[in-house]
T-cell receptor
Framework: AQSVTQLDSHVSVSEGTPVLLRCNYS??????LFWYVQHPNKGLQLLLK??????LVKGINGFEAEFKKSETSFHLTKPSAHMSDAAEYFC??????????FGTGTLLAVQP | EAGVTQSPTHLIKTRGQQATLRCSPI?????VYWYQQALGLGLQFLLW???????NRGNFPPRFSGRQFPNYSSELNVNALELEDSALYLC?????????????FGNGTRLTVT
């Protein structure tokens, strides 16, 4: 069975410091992996996706993620947080079941 | 390019009633997905439609149903509403399956059951 686990429900960083949001996946197949962001009362916006072309994936707004098969991880990073990055972030993955499974989300707070 | 649009934005129903939620995908997208986002439960996969057919279904009772029309828009129906159906319902569309074309989400319909 496939699953996506976000290891932190809340992360708080100071503006200008790095961001790390952790995601592990479990899949019997080579997965497709995604990171989405959700601002309050909005739908989800795609940040980036991994579909086996390159292990380091660059997304919008300065975010990037690295696929590490040996660690079954797909952590999201950003070198320097902005206040506007405060939102909820969802890792998602899917394989052969044609269902995109979401993690439970990580709420990112950015302190001034 | 217009994004995924959902209507209504908010919907208030009483227990036992039926709710109908609507979704228009991005032009050219043939797949429509429905997700339920309930407080504290994350996003739960409900239904996937492609080319007018239901392709996959999540672990929800049969009172959650839907359809996809020839123009690829979609409807989600929830019968015999229960209090725990209160949630944000998100619709997403893609060109074919999600691993070839990422999902694009609408802003959701907030369903409140009293």
């Amino acid at each position: 069975a496939q699953s996506v686990t976000q290891l932190d429900s809340h992360v708080s960083v100071s503006e200008g410091t790095p961001v790390l949001l952790r995601c592990n996946y479990s899949s019997s197949y080579s997965p497709s992996l995604f990171w989405y962001v959700q601002h309050p009362n909005k739908g989800l916006q795609l940040l980036l996706k991994y579909t086996s072309a390159a292990t380091l994936v660059k997304g919008i707004n300065g975010f990037e993620a690295e696929f590490k098969k040996s660690e079954t991880s797909f952590h999201l990073t950003k070198p320097s947080a902005h206040m506007s990055d405060a939102a909820e972030y969802f890792c998602a993955g899917g394989g052969a079941t044609n269902k995109l499974i979401f993690g439970t989300g990580t709420l990112l707070a950015v302190q001034p | 390019e217009a994004g995924v649009t959902q209507s209504p934005t908010h919907l208030i129903k009483t227990r036992g009633q039926q709710a109908t939620l609507r979704c228009s995908p991005i032009s050219g997208h043939t797949s429509v997905y429905w997700y339920q986002q309930a407080l504290g439960l994350g996003l739960q996969f409900l239904l996937w439609y492609d080319e007018g057919e239901e392709r996959n279904r999540g672990n929800f009772p049969p009172r959650f149903s839907g359809r996809q029309f020839p123009n690829y828009s979609s409807e989600l129906n929830v019968n015999a509403l229960e209090l725990e159906d209160s949630a944000l319902y998100l619709c997403a569309s893609s060109f074919r399956q999600f691993y070839n074309s990422p999902l694009h989400f609408g802003n959701g319909t907030r369903l409140t059951v009293t």
